[in-house]
Every structure is written in structure tokens, then in C-alpha cells.
């Protein structure tokens, strides 16, 4: 895994672009983003760990 991002989406910017379409706008090319919950619960806990 090269990096997680706990994202929030904000409206108008080329990030909220990538996560809901999973296509970089300026390529047309895919990226890839986690849609599954427990998939991305298990990267969140690796990087967030409540103490």
C-alpha cells in the first residue's frame, strides 16, 4: 500500500472528482479508490488508531 487518505469530500475540487468518479479528470485515467466499508475501515485502523 503506497498511502491512505481518510478523505471527507469538498465540493468542487479534483479530489472529490477522483473519489466519486475513480477517474483522474485531467488524464481520463483510473484510480483507484476503496469502495468496500470493511476494506476501508481495516486501512483506517492501520493509520488512525484511537488509543
Known amino acids: 500500500m503506497d ?3 481518510d478523505f471527507t469530500p469538498t465540493p468542487m ?3 472529490s472528482v477522483m ?3 475513480g477517474l ?5 485515467k483510473p484510480v483507484f479508490v ?4 470493511e476494506k476501508k475501515k481495516l486501512q483506517k485502523s ?5 488509543k
Open 3 to 5: 498511502q491512505v487518505q
Open 13 to 15: 475540487t479534483t479530489s
Open 19 to 21: 473519489f466519486y468518479t
Open 24 to 28: 483522474d479528470p485531467r488524464t481520463m
Open 34 to 37: 476503496e469502495r468496500d466499508l
Open 46 to 50: 492501520f493509520f488512525f488508531r484511537r
